[in-house]
């Protein structure tokens, strides 16, 4: 693969990662997860990091580290944040660097998978219960959407497969 940057947005539980791995390995390119940079950088966990800084600082730290990998690396497939598209101009930058991808889930099946993973690791969402989860993704789906619809592909629910993201991008000349 040459000069492609993938970026993969969506909310969480979307599949970024999952599918972010599969995608990197067909396309012989090196597989980020913005959340582990970010902890790698401040060397401690997200929740932790949420817990003793704030929101607003992890924000910040989310958009310096998508911006550090943009100017160093060249090629790579990047499973983003739910939140990131949102804040700092981020989605611009993605679209700018590279092609952007909306992971595009329904909210039942997404409060599904964050309650298998564990909702914990997930300090915007962890306060609810399993009634009130999915009408938190619902609202928080609806504020982000303006953002992830501006992704240049847009994948939904169960259509999501390794073949047919890599088809897309063929027919978007990548
Ligand atoms: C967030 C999603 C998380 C993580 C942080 C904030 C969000 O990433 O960046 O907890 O704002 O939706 P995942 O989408 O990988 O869970």
Do not use: W
Not at 32 to 40: A, G, R, T, V
Not at 141 to 156: D, N
């Amino acid at each position: 693969m040459q000069h492609l940057r993938l970026f993969l947005v969506g909310l969480a539980g979307s599949g970024k990662s999952t599918l972010g791995k599969q995608l990197a390995e067909r396309l012989g390119a090196p597989f980020y997860d913005l959340d582990s940079q970010i902890e790698n950088r401040v060397g401690m966990s997200i929740p932790e990091y949420f817990s003793q800084q704030g929101q607003a600082n992890f924000r910040i730290q989310e958009s310096e580290c998508l911006n550090e990998l943009i100017a160093t690396q060249d090629s790579f497939v990047l499973a983003t944040g739910g939140g990131a598209p949102c804040f700092h101009f981020n989605m611009d930058a993605m679209n700018e660097h590279g092609t952007t991808i909306y992971l595009d889930v329904n909210p039942g099946d997404l409060a599904l998978r964050i309650l298998e993973d564990g909702v914990e690791n997930r300090p915007l969402l962890k306060s609810y219960d399993q009634q009130d989860l999915i009408a938190e993704i619902r609202a928080m789906k609806e504020k982000r959407q303006g953002f992830y619809q501006q992704a240049q592909i847009k994948i939904r629910d169960n259509q999501i497969t390794v073949d047919m993201i890599v088809s897309e991008l063929k027919s978007a000349g990548k």
